[in-house]
């Protein structure tokens, strides 16, 4: 599905990710992993177009988009769902759906909305809302939603439990298995990496825009280097 | 010496108003330093020529000592605005300083004492070339010295960026207030003195499109040194002139030149026509850097 | 009384042409964060465009109207590609922008100056048949009922298209967040450059009907209603489409009640730069504005 | 205790960032705040430094009332601090950033320069080599000319703490120092921490890097949903149920 070789993203004169690769087999959920700073949602916003990219390759089932616009990228089905659950907060939940199938044809998008609405009924009782009102769960789901209604091949989902409360993440990696099982694939980044390793088939873990260590999300559970730096073991 | 004369005699007028638009293209870089953007420096230049110019021709205060009002009288107006606008940031404190401007402009147009919309005549034209640019010479010493100080790097810092100033114990409202003032004396000083070199002033030189011209000054020549502004205001104030010298001569054409400078400087120099001048030392440290980081 | 009903009715007319200039000046504003100086030079091409079709094209005003808003909007993306597209990616990006704006709007000036030379002109009389109706001692002309119809429609128009088309909705993606709206998949810099089109079509709609209305066009015209459409947008908060249409209404009404009460037109425009300067100081964000306030 | 904390609330709008949030700085030590993002932290640091104001609360500085204080009075009272998203000079090179540093203990009047006195270039030298001595120990003694927005990410960070210690400030306030950093500049930074703490200086350190945090604070407070936790010894803290819980999610549910 997406394979990537020597990814190196540069903010003016700086760089923020030097020559990483990895690969997201189709159907599978692939998490990055790593400390604040490492270059994890830089590597996401490269992948979507949106990050300055200095050098290597992009591959979309076999094609190079490197260089494509990032409008370009959510057509061809490469659709992120950035950090910080960035909904339109001034604009109805029903108009953030909407724009969420933007590059799609307008014909099917009703029957999407209806779909979507069924799926999490919260969206359909706050449909007229703005966005902005809503709690932080709820607004992460309308982010998710949003990105589904692109019809998504790849998922690229940057910190989907930033700032919610434990019952509210335990509901998000729930999601995130159903879209696994309904078999999407996903590349997800991650701070919370117990959780992500447990939904994830394979791992990658990032240090200052390095990959530093990879494998099977079961293996990298029980790596004592990765328990250490990233499941807190003496916290 | 036949030939400067000759030289004063064509160009006098012409070597006063480059002087006094680079003392008012100063008066807004002090205020620009502090990272403020101001487009009252027109109006406080107003409210200082107005006032020596009362001053003398209906009080018969003397030449100097109307000066010293004019800009005084600018200063302690700019202090009063200075307060209460400068809570507003960037394009808001832009729009409240101009509609400060435009009452101001109004006011002259409606009071008595100002002339109304003929202006202000009578002024003792005691404005001598070599004081305006003795004041020009005094203003820049003046700043290139306080640039170092406590006052200067506090004015820096706000401009950079005023929340760490803050952070880093600076009163960003004290000194965002002392630069608004500096400010406003020295275009009171550049006003007054403008006012006697004419003999009538009116409203309409102290309106919105001075203020717009005074940024451009700074703009064009830079704005982050002090010779910056008095370069962008000798040029842009010669340059009718020296488009008339390679025979451009009609008026649409200077006025498009004028525009295209200033886009030009804009889009390509964004620290104006100084730093084609400066030396090159960060410029190299930089490419320095760069290379370093690259090889780690 | 009927006096007083005069002037009100008066106060909408000239009200909706500023409102139908504002929407223009504040929709570039609230997609881009940034003030398009260039828009009033945009307002005044369009008039002239539309006058010098009607008078040496020969054409008639409803086959002018459409061609020289279309010249306007043009004249949009002109400004957008060479003055705003090359600084989007720069820090300081509101600044500079705001340079550049103001170095298209002397361009645009003297290209109108170049084009129609310096002095007013106007329609050809008989290019809006005329029907005057008096009714409770109140005068109202066709052509006045005709301008209002038209910057309503107009506005109204905008108003539906940003509710609810689907390049609308684009347009309001962008300027709540312009990277959300990229990874959305839409094209943001297309989104910019027809918000442009959009916002400069109005304006030069606004032109064309403000030289109706006045019965003269010259190339400063945008002078006169520069300041008037800073302080309409500010009035209605900054980036508000209603704020803009009402504060249109607003600032119209107030400057025919300022003639009105105070006998004399010198105070028109003071009275109402004062209600902006004090809207500033105790409600930045507007009447009606979102409360968006911009870091500086 | 330098710094008392007490019972500090703060709302954006109808949110609650900050709820009744109090503990005790020890003088002298090192004191951790930790908690996952958007727990509040950097919202209390802001209050803290006088850029942001409570709801409601009380902050003691040495037994002084300083949560009206605007920021430059409670920089003069001596607190410092660094910013998460680093907020340097971007033109200035790195000594001039830690020269607009020194603007509480370094007077630079201006009559004296305008007179052209000779002790003024004296005293300029003076305060030139402290800054320089500060950016020395942070370890940029040769990027002293570069711009700041040239330097490497770790860089800034250092340079950021570096113009902090300029005000020589009794209390310092670290958001997230070591964020994006490679380990060996890691290293520098904790040393450096040491050696300040020697030297009697209070730190109150936000971190998410865990080994960092425990290495160095003798006490943690740690914050979720703008509460606090609990606050105590980095093992005491770490034997927590509800910080295992809060912190790393539930690690029953799928370990």
């Known amino acids: 599905m997406l394979e990537v070789t020597d990814l190196t993203v540069a903010y003016s004169l700086i760089e923020a990710v030097h020559k990483i690769s990895f690969k997201v087999p189709v159907g599978t959920v692939v998490t990055l992993i790593g400390p604040n700073g490492a270059g994890k949602s830089t590597t996401l916003n490269a992948l979507s177009g949106?990050?300055?990219?200095?050098?290597?390759?992009?591959?979309?089932?076999?094609?190079?988009?490197?260089?494509?616009?990032?409008?370009?990228?959510?057509?061809?089905?490469?659709?992120?769902?950035?950090?910080?659950?960035?909904?339109?907060?001034?604009?109805?939940?029903?108009?953030?759906?909407?724009?969420?199938?933007?590059?799609?044809?307008?014909?099917?998008?009703?029957?999407?909305?209806?779909?979507?609405?069924?799926?999490?009924?919260?969206?359909?009782?706050?449909?007229?809302?703005?966005a902005g009102t809503l709690s932080g769960g709820e607004q992460q789901m309308l982010a998710i939603a949003r990105g589904l209604m692109a019809h998504p091949k790849l998922l690229l989902l940057d910190e989907p439990s930033l700032g919610l409360a434990p019952l509210l993440v335990r509901t998000v990696f729930e999601i995130v298995s159903e879209l696994r099982n309904s078999g999407l694939t996903i590349l997800l980044v991650e701070q919370n990496a117990r959780q992500a390793l447990s939904v994830s088939s394979y791992a990658y873990v990032i240090e200052s825009g390095k990959i530093v260590l990879e494998g099977p999300a079961a293996e990298l559970r029980s790596d004592p280097a990765v328990i250490r730096t990233y499941l807190g073991q003496g916290v | 010496m036949a030939q400067l004369s000759y030289f004063f005699s064509v160009y006098g007028s012409l070597v006063n108003f480059i002087g006094i638009n680079a003392l008012l293209a100063l008066s807004l870089y002090v205020t620009l330093s502090a990272g403020q953007l101001s487009l009252g420096n027109a109006a406080f230049a107003g409210i200082g020529g107005y006032t020596a110019g009362i001053l003398t021709t209906r009080f018969g205060v003397p030449y100097m000592m109307s000066l010293l009002a004019g800009a005084l009288v600018a200063a302690l107006v700019g202090f009063l605005l200075g307060m209460p606008v400068l809570r507003l940031r960037g394009v808001f404190l832009a729009m409240a300083t101009l509609s400060f401007g435009e009452v101001v402009r109004i006011a002259a147009v409606n009071l008595k004492i100002t002339g109304g919309a003929e202006g202000l005549m009578g002024m003792p034209t005691h404005t001598k070339t070599w004081f305006i640019y003795l004041m020009i010479i005094g203003v820049c010493y003046?700043?290139?010295?306080?640039?170092?100080?406590?006052?200067?790097?506090?004015?820096?810092?706000?401009?950079?960026?005023?929340?760490?100033?803050?952070?880093?114990?600076?009163?960003?409202?004290?000194?965002?207030?002392?630069?608004?003032?500096?400010?406003?004396?020295?275009?009171?000083?550049?006003?007054?003195?403008?006012?006697?070199?004419?003999?009538?002033?009116?409203?309409?030189?102290?309106?919105?499109?001075?203020?717009?011209?005074?940024?451009?000054?700074?703009?064009?020549?830079?704005?982050?040194?002090?010779?910056?502004?008095?370069?962008?205001?000798a040029l842009l104030t010669a340059l009718p002139e020296i488009l008339r010298g390679i025979g451009v001569t009609a008026g649409p054409i200077r006025m498009f030149v004028n525009g295209l400078i200033l886009l030009i400087v804009i889009l390509f120099l964004p620290n104006g026509l100084v730093s084609l001048f400066q030396h090159r030392k960060t410029a190299d440290a930089s490419v320095l850097a760069c290379v370093g980081i690259g090889e780690e | 009384m009927n006096l007083l009903l005069q002037q009100l009715i008066n106060g909408l007319f000239i009200g909706s042409v500023y409102g139908l200039f504002a929407v223009g000046y504040t929709l570039v504003f609230g997609v881009l964060d940034i003030l398009n100086l260039a828009h009033p030079a945009v307002f005044t091409l369009g008039g002239l465009t539309a006058l010098w079709l009607v008078e040496t094209a020969g054409l008639r005003l409803w086959q002018a109207f459409p061609i020289a808003v279309l010249v306007a909007g043009l004249l949009g993306l002109l400004l957008d590609r060479v003055a705003f597209a090359p600084l989007r990616q720069r820090a300081d990006t509101y600044f500079s922008g705001l340079i550049s704006s103001i170095a298209m709007a002397i361009m645009f000036e003297s290209v109108a100056l170049g084009l129609f030379g310096a002095h007013t002109v106007r329609f050809p009389a008989n290019t809006v048949p005329l029907h005057i109706w008096r009714f409770a001692g109140v005068t109202v002309t066709s052509l006045q009922v005709e301008i209002v119809a038209v910057a309503l429609l107009l506005m109204v128009g905008l108003t539906q298209f940003l509710k609810h088309s689907r390049t609308g909705k684009a347009i309001r993606a962008v300027a709540e967040n312009d990277r959300m709206a990229r990874l959305l998949g839409i094209h943001v810099d297309g989104i910019i450059a027809f918000t442009f089109f959009i916002s400069s079509a109005l304006g030069g709609a606004a032109g064309i009907l403000f030289g109706l209305y006045f019965d003269s066009l010259s190339p400063d015209m945008g002078r006169s209603i520069e300041l008037k459409g800073l302080a309409v947008i500010v009035l209605g908060g900054m980036g508000s489409i209603p704020g803009a249409i009402a504060g249109g209404l607003a600032f119209g009404l107030s400057e025919v009640l300022t003639v009105a009460i105070t006998g004399t037109s010198n105070l028109r425009d003071a009275v109402a730069f004062a209600v902006l300067f004090a809207i500033l100081l105790l409600r930045p964000s507007g009447i009606l504005g979102r409360g968006r306030m911009r870091e500086a | 205790m330098l710094l008392d904390i007490n019972n500090i609330t703060r709302y954006f709008g109808g949110l609650c960032a900050l709820e009744g949030v109090s503990f005790g700085v020890e003088s002298g030590s090192v004191h951790g705040l930790i908690g996952p993002n958007g727990a509040g932290k950097t919202t209390l640091i802001n209050i803290l430094s006088g850029i942001t104001s409570a709801t409601s609360g009380n902050l003691r500085l040495d037994d002084q009332r300083i949560e009206t204080f605007p920021a430059h009075k409670v920089a003069a009272l001596g607190v410092a601090r660094t910013f998460q998203n680093i907020r340097l000079f971007p033109v200035l090179t790195s000594l001039e950033n830690v020269i607009a540093g020194q603007h509480l203990v370094a007077p630079r009047p201006l009559l004296p320069r305008l007179m052209c006195l000779s002790g003024t270039r004296r005293q300029e030298a003076v305060y030139q080599k402290q800054s320089m001595d500060i950016l020395v120990r942070v370890g940029l003694g040769d990027r002293a000319d570069f711009p700041a927005q040239h330097l490497s990410y770790g860089e800034r960070r250092r340079l950021e703490i570096a113009r902090a210690l300029a005000s020589r400030p009794r209390l310092l306030l670290l958001d997230e120092p070591v964020a994006g950093m490679r380990r060996e500049e890691m290293l520098g930074v904790a040393a450096l921490i040491r050696s300040l703490v020697r030297e009697g200086m209070t730190i109150l350190l936000i971190e998410h890097n865990m080994a960092f945090v425990m290495d160095l604070c003798s006490q943690i407070t740690v914050l979720n949903f703008g509460s606090v936790i609990t606050t105590g010894s980095p093992a005491e803290v770490g034997m927590h149920p509800e910080v295992i819980e809060a912190y790393l999610g539930k690690s029953d549910h799928h370990a």
């Open chain 1, 50 to 130: 949106v990050a300055p990219m200095r050098g290597g390759r992009i591959l979309l089932d076999g094609q190079d988009i490197s260089r494509w616009s990032v409008h370009r990228r959510v057509a061809a089905g490469l659709v992120q769902v950035p950090e910080g659950r960035l909904v339109l907060a001034g604009m109805s939940v029903r108009e953030n759906l909407e724009l969420g199938a933007y590059r799609r044809p307008r014909g099917d998008v009703a029957a999407d909305i209806r779909g979507m609405e069924a799926r999490f009924p919260i969206l359909y009782e706050r449909r007229n809302a703005a």
């Open chain 2, 142 to 233: 003046f700043l290139a010295k306080l640039r170092y100080s406590s006052v200067g790097w506090s004015f820096e810092s706000i401009r950079e960026d005023e929340t760490a100033a803050s952070a880093m114990g600076i009163n960003t409202t004290y000194y965002k207030t002392l630069a608004f003032t500096i400010g406003a004396f020295i275009a009171g000083l550049a006003g007054a003195m403008y006012a006697h070199l004419n003999y009538i002033i009116t409203p309409g030189e102290f309106g919105f499109s001075a203020a717009v011209n005074l940024l451009i000054y700074c703009i064009v020549g830079g704005s982050r040194v002090w010779y910056g502004p008095v370069l962008g205001a």
